[in-house]
């Protein structure tokens, strides 16, 4: 099995731009639109959705921009990525004001942060 993409809501193309594109490093397609017919059929959403494509030859992020941010609280749906390094990147995490929490398990410390939209991202080190 090869996962092929994961699907996540943005509220605003500038947040998807910070995070998947500035923090991620991944390049940006240009957006399409969804269209109404696909966007009711596909995930009961009565209106046309943009959606934007951020990938690299390893992952491939779908942004759909929602206009509305679904918030942080009680989730636990989540998708790990793993970092080359891990204090460089939670550096830049800094930098560009993305939630991080580090979170004691035994001798070892889990990583998580979230998106502008509380999409939530477990970060492994390489």
């Given at each position: ?58 992952t ?9 941010s ?12 793993e970092v ?19 979170i004691p ?22």
């Amino acid at each position: 099995m090869h996962l092929k993409h994961v699907g996540l809501t943005s509220s605003s193309e500038e947040n998807a731009d910070t995070f998947y594109a500035d923090l991620l490093g991944l390049t940006k397609s240009d957006p399409k639109a969804l269209p109404i017919e696909l966007s009711k059929a596909i995930f009961n959403v009565d209106s046309e959705l943009v959606m934007i494509n951020y990938q690299d030859d390893n992952t491939h992020f779908e942004i759909f921009i929602t206009g509305e941010s679904r918030g942080n609280s009680r989730q636990i749906a989540h998708v790990c990525i793993e970092v080359d390094n891990l204090e460089v990147f939670l550096e830049k995490c800094h930098s560009l004001k993305v939630d991080i929490a580090r979170i004691p398990k035994g001798d070892k410390t889990l990583t998580f942060i979230r998106d502008f939209d509380g999409n939530l991202f477990e970060i492994k080190s390489g």
